[in-house]
């Protein structure tokens, strides 16, 4: 055997008779997605009777016996760095964890390094399958860098297409806190509008006609001095959807130097507390192991300087 590659077998059972090859090996190899898989017979990676099977749709026939050849996965571009993780959950399959606000979740153009991805390389380092065939976590959904708050990533790639789903079929249950300006009126209700890039600012994210669809399910907590504390259930998951929804209703998310709207007097104290983010924090994460099937559940307390800010608020 090559080193640096893995070989793993495959026999056909009678109940796959008909079955794309593909679809068998994801049953038969469940370590590996059907996506992977479908890369690696592409690439000839997979044999049957020491011949290359190229095609992931040709139908199988009971006993058939098929080898996959799994290169290791490819040393990620990003370097690990050791930076310190608050750590909810983690066995072999994924990691939760509680994101500081100001730690950017993945590598990009002005945040090259010092993200979580780096972190998570470090920390995850011998433990991290070949996710799409190169060693990384996989990031699922992200979480804005100056909101706070709970996080999954996958390690393997069973763990990335099971967690995927669910966030496709909106089954994970997702809930922040935020601190918004004024009194939302009802006291609890349903944003339901499309968001996409705005068209005069292409920066921001907007309402829009024809966006992607995006429902925000708010109640509020606490009635403050000119602001309230509200819990917002996700529905979706949109880039910066609770931070327009609630700017779209009146009610913007203090702080929110994108789309806030603060009074003089809240300007004021948001600067002597040197709060300079958006009130937002995820604050509760459940979703379904996608290799257990467990029903996991985490909670995340508000983190220190969004409770001074509400201490503050509730005192006036």
């Not at 199988?60 to 930076?83: C, F, L, R, T």
């Not at 609770?242 to 700017?247: C, E, F, L, P």
């Not at 998310?253 to 603060?262: F, K, M, Q």
């Amino acid at each position: 055997m090559d080193a640096g590659v893995s070989v793993k077998h495959a026999i056909v059972p009678d109940e796959a008779a008909g079955w794309r090859l593909d679809r068998t090996l994801a049953t038969l190899v469940p370590t590996l997605s059907r996506e992977r898989l479908k890369a690696l017979i592409s690439s000839g990676s997979v044999t049957r009777d020491d011949t290359a099977v190229r095609d992931p749709a040709i139908k199988v026939k009971p006993g058939d016996a098929y080898i996959v050849s799994v290169p290791d996965p490819k040393p990620a571009h990003n370097e690990a760095q050791e930076i310190p993780l608050v750590i909810a959950f983690e066995d072999e399959h994924l990691i939760v964890v509680d994101k500081p606000a100001g730690l950017v979740v993945h590598p990009a153009c002005g945040n090259l390094d010092g993200t979580l991805v780096n972190a998570l390389l470090h920390h995850c380092r011998g433990s991290l399958s070949g996710i799409g065939g190169v060693e990384r976590p996989g990031i699922v959904h992200r979480i804005d860098k100056d909101t706070s708050g709970l996080m999954v990533a996958a390690k393997t790639d069973r763990a990335h297409a099971g967690l995927a789903k669910q966030f496709a079929d909106h089954s994970i249950n997702r809930r922040y806190r935020a601190i918004v300006t004024g009194s939302p009126r009802p006291i609890k209700g349903v944003v339901d509008a499309p968001l996409g890039r705005s068209h005069t600012n292409r920066k921001k994210m907007a309402i829009v006609q024809g966006g992607k669809r995006a429902v925000t399910h708010y109640d509020t907590i606490e009635t403050l001095n000119g602001a309230s504390l509200i819990e917002c259930r996700l529905e979706t998951g949109r880039t910066h959807q609770v931070r327009v929804h609630m700017a779209s209703i009146g009610h913007p998310l203090l702080g929110d130097p994108v789309y806030g709207r603060a009074s003089k007097e809240q300007r004021k104290l948001l600067d002597s507390l040197g709060f300079e983010r958006q009130a937002l924090h995820a604050a509760h994460l459940g979703f379904i192991h996608p290799v257990t099937s467990a029903a996991l559940a985490f909670e995340s307390r508000i983190p220190a300087d969004m409770q001074e800010l509400f201490s503050r608020l509730l005192l006036r």
